[in-house]
């Protein structure tokens, strides 16, 4: 699986109240109308700036279905504790909806990181520091690198194992229990 | 093979010998949602299509978040709660029965050495009581409950050691404001905490849950305390008996262990806008505030009630102050009015509202305006997470919160206490 986007630049301990405030998860329950709301506190009008990334996986559909088809499929890329505070899920929908293919962050959460495998969007641990904002990146999973064309240089991903893979496989754990009838170990 | 309480907790419930870094499938003794989470968790489930839900009598769902509604948005969400629980046969408890948290450790769901799991990241509460309590999301919970199961990876754990006894006027949220503020916002990530020494041991079940509830905000996956007298106590007046009480092996391995002494704390606070933001309360006193809270899961009991009202009584707030107060739960509300300290609240100036997260979350009941500061009792103080990203909130003890509702600006409760 190979992704491909531009790469939008975030900081340390970026809680799940940057990416989604309350304000709206409370009350808005459509995930594309959320997804226009990301990371709003953060950087004004993020959603709009997702677009600008050019070619993109997912307007192939690959890496999320859910959100607009189109000029989509950029990279939030991060330091450390990505996704920390609240459980909601609705942070990594609103990612996902965004059309965003993958976060790569040095570590993330540990309830955003089963909230995202669970809805089937992709997180990809590794170092994060030799990326800056705008920078062009191809990810290819299955070699377990990240390729920044921009600074012309390879990023290591850290594996994950190989039962959340299958879960992301199958676009997340309602549909991975569905086809196995249960969790395949 | 030694074993922490996670080890133990995650083996028991798996049947298999684990440690630290096994992934296993374990059985779950409770879990729940609330009106922040429950929408999804009901919508996964018509997904997954299940006939069945296998943890139904061990499921409640909390409707706490925005209670009662402040809009039609979330008036759809409880309603489709109400629904979906009169359907299924399951237990809700609606508006102003308080905060999830509370109103399940009230009553009686959680004992030493279960296994629990929340749709909210402060389930980590009820390690208090020795149970293993972690937040999940919305698709786990469904999945939990579905099949009574989920998968978990086993943690490696940090054994934190507090001795010594606390000055005056320092409280257990000044406890773990300051480890916060020394180990940091991802200091615990995906660690099992395990809270141990004579100052835990001498405080209070109820200042206990205060620690525990906080071991998500150094990115915990639980905070653990061994259960005692005062947790056996505690239960039985819930009317529930301890079948099993988790201890760790002596020899059990820890990923590493700190020691803080509490005799040389003094009232802490976090600073806008992330908890480990923390310095002494001392250190930014005389800074005026616009909007003081009291409540939330961190510091709504009744003892936290207490202390304010002690230091409110026969007194009356600034003038450029709002008070907020929210008991956590219908039972402290109802215990309260009974001591007279709603009394004392409401003649000192202070607002009583609805048991609930309201403030605390930004749905409602006292959003800041732009540039105030508010003071509150909470555990989160990120940009705008009570709903103003242009307001600016101060984390700290009921005695700090309501020392400075006093003078009106923050204050450092020992000259009270």
């Not at chain 1, 939008?8 to 329950?29: A, E, L, M, P, W």
């Not at chain 2, 001392?282 to 009202?309: Q, R």
Request: proline letters at 4%; aromatic letters at 8%; a positive charge.
């Amino acid at each position: 699986m190979e992704l491909k986007g531009k790469a939008h630049k975030f900081g340390d301990d970026v809680n799940t109240d940057y990416i989604i405030s309350g304000r709206y998860k409370f009350k808005i329950q459509d995930p594309h109308e959320l997804a226009k709301h990301l990371m709003e506190d953060l950087k004004s009008d993020f959603y709009k700036k997702i677009s600008a990334g050019g070619e993109s996986a997912s307007a192939k559909g690959r890496c999320a279905p859910g959100a607009k088809r189109g000029k989509r499929g950029d990279f939030i890329v991060a330091g450390r504790n990505f996704g920390c505070g609240s459980s909601r899920e609705q942070a990594p929908l609103a990612i996902k909806y965004a059309g965003v293919c993958a976060v790569l962050a040095k570590s993330f959460a540990r309830i955003f990181f089963r909230n995202s495998i669970n809805i089937g969007l992709m997180l990809l641990e590794c170092d994060t520091d030799a990326i800056s904002d705008g920078d062009y990146l191809l990810v290819n999973i299955k070699r377990g690198l990240v390729y920044n064309k921009t600074k012309n240089m390879k990023i290591q991903i850290r594996p994950l194992p190989n039962f959340i893979l299958k879960i992301l496989k199958d676009g997340g754990l309602v549909n991975h229990f569905k086809r196995h009838k249960g969790f395949k170990f | 093979m030694s074993k922490t309480v996670a080890e133990k907790i995650l083996s028991e419930h798996s049947r298999r010998d684990l440690k630290a870094g096994d992934y296993a499938l374990s059985k779950v003794d409770f879990c729940f949602g609330q009106d922040g989470t429950s929408a999804l968790i009901i919508d996964a489930l018509h997904k997954l299509g299940v006939k069945e839900l296998t943890a139904r009598k061990r499921f409640c769902m909390v409707i706490d978040h925005s209670a009662p509604s402040p809009n039609i948005g979330i008036s759809a969400v409880h309603a489709k709660m109400r629904k979906f629980a009169a359907r299924n046969k399951l237990r809700l408890y609606d508006i102003g029965c308080g905060v999830c948290h509370q109103v399940i450790l009230e009553s009686g769901n959680v004992l030493p050495g279960d296994l629990v799991v929340g749709a909210d990241s402060h389930t980590c509460t009820y390690g208090a009581l020795g149970a293993l309590a972690t937040g999940f999301g919305s698709t786990d919970l469904a999945i939990t409950l579905a099949s009574g199961k989920n998968w978990f990876k086993v943690p490696e754990t940090i054994k934190i050691i507090i001795d010594g006894k606390l000055p005056k006027g320092v409280y257990s949220k000044d406890i773990i404001l300051h480890i916060i503020g020394d180990l940091g916002a991802d200091g615990c990530t995906y660690n099992s905490i395990e809270f141990t020494g004579n100052t835990v041991a001498a405080l209070t079940v109820d200042a206990r849950f205060t620690i525990s509830n906080m071991a998500v905000e150094m990115g915990a996956k639980c905070g653990i305390m061994y259960p005692d007298k005062k947790v056996i106590s505690w239960l039985k007046k819930r009317g529930k008996k301890i079948k099993r009480k988790v201890y760790p092996d002596k020899d059990a391995d820890y990923v590493s262990v700190k020691r803080y002494d509490a005799s040389k704390l003094i009232p802490k606070i976090s600073k806008p806008h992330t908890v480990d933001n923390v310095s002494n309360v001392k250190a930014v006193s005389g800074k005026p505030v616009n909007l003081a809270y009291i409540g939330t899961c961190t510091n709504g009991s009744l003892e936290d009630l207490v202390i304010a009202s002690k230091i409110l009584k026969d007194k009356t707030i600034a003038d450029n102050v709002r008070l907020i107060i929210a008991p956590a739960s219908r039972q402290i509300y109802l215990e309260a009015m009974r001591k007279g300290i709603i009394r004392t609240f409401i003649e000192a100036g202070g607002n009583v509202v609805t048991p609930g997260c309201g403030p605390c979350v930004g749905t409602h009941d006292g959003v800041p305006s732009d540039g105030e500061v508010v003071i509150s009792t909470a555990n989160r103080n990120f940009k705008g997470r009570m709903g103003n990203p242009d307001a600016f909130i101060y984390l700290a003890s009921p005695a700090t919160v309501a020392a400075s509702a006093l003078t009106g600006k923050i204050t450092d409760p020992r000259r009270y206490a």
